[in-house]
């Protein structure tokens, strides 16, 4: 926490924040310009942002499903949370080397479609009760599907905004999404089945969700070789300017 509030109070504004703010300056209302010429992009981000079900999924319901059901314990479905995210200490930076060089679109997509095809053989596998084949899983689906949508979407979703309602459209879009995702142990535990086969409904959710992020992204235009300059250039929902030769001023 000290390092993130040290970083946040000493780090500058980006070079285009700062060139808006000498020429047509902040916008006064940010969210009224947001809601009336970008909708279409919120909109987009937040269904986009629902693929932080997955996040719920691994972090706080398969713990619960896990620990309640089959033999396994607490310390070790937190062992391999711990696991899954320290691999993906590694695993995301390489996913954002990718989507800065193919695109941000096939890494995220390609991460939610994934997401969406192994929820089911990712809870199946934690009805084995087995910490081996549950670690596997886990870093199967999280470590390396859940973590190529996670290393893309800060950049991804800000690219879908001009820089004068770009704050507002990635927090607000993101944290409604980020809501919604949240109800995923509420909604599990009223929907799960019973026997060896009640995780179905809650796969088929987060099946669900992970699809439509896959759908919302594919509507995106491609940003990943774009001036940040350039982004959201129409003023509207409409592709940005395109830049042939990007002067290396993309969000990271």
Partial sequence: MVVAYLIRRTLPETPVFTAMEKGEGVAELPVAILLRSHSRALVRVIACALIAVMSTLF???????????????????????VIANMTMLVT??????AADRIGRKPVFIGGAVACAVLAFPYMYMITTGSFAIILVAT??????????????????YSEMFPARVRYSGVAIGTQIGFMASGF??????????TGTYGWIPVASVCCGCAVLAAVAAATATETGDTDTIRLGGTGQDGPPHRCPDPVGTRVA
């Fill in 59 to 81: 972090s706080t319901y398969a713990l619960k499903y896990a620990t309640g059901r089959f033999d396994v314990s607490k310390g070790q479905m937190l062992l391999i949370s």
């Fill in 92 to 97: 995301q930076p390489l996913w954002g080397i």
């Fill in 184 to 193: 995923l142990p509420l909604i599990g535990t009223w929907i799960q089945g």
């Fill in 139 to 156: 870093l199967v689906i999280q470590s390396v599907a859940y973590s190529a949508t996670n290393a893309v979407w800060p950049s991804f």
